[in-house]
């Protein structure tokens, strides 16, 4: 049983290497003859990393090939359907899908989040090419909204939940975390992580963050920066950390999906504009609260019926304490990702199905 794998892997952006280990891992588990390739930017990294074989994305003979002779594609998940921060994103991924269905293989899109899409020609083909697949899994109602309303109908779609719920750090690498903390003088200590990017629409809402965080570290926190895409996020990072008067640790190493995730669960809050820095703090139990930049962390946020995290200074403070003292909102947490859990598999179920 072949299955080839299409998404943003291999770029070192920890929530989209959490995603292909998560669908891969999850597939294992119901199908252990299942094996994988994925298109990769980096194939010798990926393979590396997640133990599976892989391609480059942008080599037509290899991606043709690796299509003809698999069983099935999975498109995802993600958010790789959008046009916002690239043009060439979603006709490259659209195309890999048009490609599959003219040799006659089915095709899921896997617990995908949508959008935004502006241009007409992305619009376009996003309603010629995702009407003709076999099956569309979506990660949140308004996903599925939104793929409605540009003429996406024929496909039967089910609303599931992001892959990465089902992923659980090994016992060894929460060790390897607890030893990391210990070396940077954060253990024991109250410790709130912050995931930030450099997005230029939301530029100005760096000097608020860094008066909270500021207040926080006086009251005996610690703050800790944690880039969730490698070394992109490091001058966003450095940005809040240089406007912040008191001292404020930066982890400067990459890390795996699990490492990220033992890594989180230490946290006491995670303060996050990356989507998979709050969907991994919600899936260890951790609180959250979600600066956004894009409607995907509206989307999440609302699934824990939260909304973004205003940006002015005073309003921005009152949130996050709110947070920080709700002695509940873990425990509602916990329950609300175990939930998730349970739908992250059925996306599994789903693909294999395709199979049968």
Known sequence: MRIALSGYYGFDNAGD?????????????LEPAADFVVFSGHPRKTS???GIRAV???????????????DLLISGGGSIFQDITSARSLPYYISVVALAKFLGKPVIFYAQGVGPINRSLSKFLMRLVGNRVDLITLRDHDS?????????????????????????PEPGVREEMDKLLQEMGLRGQVLVGVAVRQWLALEGYQESLARVLDELAERGCRILFI????????????KVMNLMKNDAWLLERPLGAREHLALIAHLDIMIGMRLHALIFAASQGVPFAGISYDPKVDAFLKLFEMKPLPLAYEDMKAEIERVLEDNEWRERIRQRAGEMREKSVENARLALSLLR
Do not use: N
């Open 17 to 29: 290497e959490a995603l292909l280990s998560a669908i891969t891992s999850t597939i294992k588990k």
């Open 48 to 50: 590396s990393l997640h």
């Open 56 to 70: 480059y994305y942008l080599h037509p003979g290899q991606i043709l090939r690796e299509l003809f002779r698999a």
């Open 144 to 168: 599925a909204v939104y793929l409605e309303r540009l003429g996406v109908s024929r496909p039967p779609m089910i609303i599931t939940s992001d892959p990465v719920f089902s992923l659980q």
């Open 227 to 238: 880039p969730m895409a490698y070394p992109e996020d490091i001058p966003a990072a450095r």
